[in-house]
C-alpha cells in the first residue's frame, strides 16, 4: 500500500508509511499540491504515518528546502514517537523539529 497525500487547508496531509518504496510518488505529488496552496506558512500533517525510514527523512528535508526556495514556513505536524526518534538520531532536530 502507497501513502496517501491529500490537501489539507493549511497543507498537506499524509498518511501509511513514509518509506523509501513511496517517498518519490508522495513528492510527485505534494508538489503540486504545495504548488497550488497560496499560504505563506505550509503544515504537513503526519498524524496518520505510522512508519518514515531514512528516505522519508530526506523527503522531509526536501520539503523544507523546498518551502524556505518559495518563501513559506513549513511545519511539521502530528510526527510519531518513531519518528521523533529517527529525527534525533540523525540529528536533525533544528532542520525538521
Not at 4 to 17: A, C, F
Not at 34 to 57: E, F, M, Q, Y
Not at 75 to 89: E, H, M, N, P, S
Request: proline share 2%; glycine share 4%; aromatic share 6%.
Amino acid at each position: 500500500m502507497s501513502a496517501l497525500v491529500e490537501p489539507s487547508p493549511q497543507g498537506i496531509k499524509l498518511s501509511d508509511k513514509l518509506v523509501f518504496a513511496n517517498v518519490s510518488s508522495i513528492w510527485d505529488r505534494s508538489k503540486i499540491l504545495l504548488l497550488s496552496n497560496k499560504n505563506t506558512s505550509v503544515n504537513i500533517d503526519c498524524n496518520a504515518v505510522s512508519h518514515i525510514d531514512s528516505a522519508g527523512l530526506a523527503l522531509m528535508i526536501e520539503w523544507k528546502k523546498w518551502c524556505h526556495q518559495h518563501k513559506k514556513e513549513c511545519c511539521f505536524v502530528g510526527l510519531q514517537d518513531q519518528a521523533t526518534t529517527l529525527i534525533k538520531t540523525y540529528k536533525l532536530e533544528d532542520i525538521l523539529l
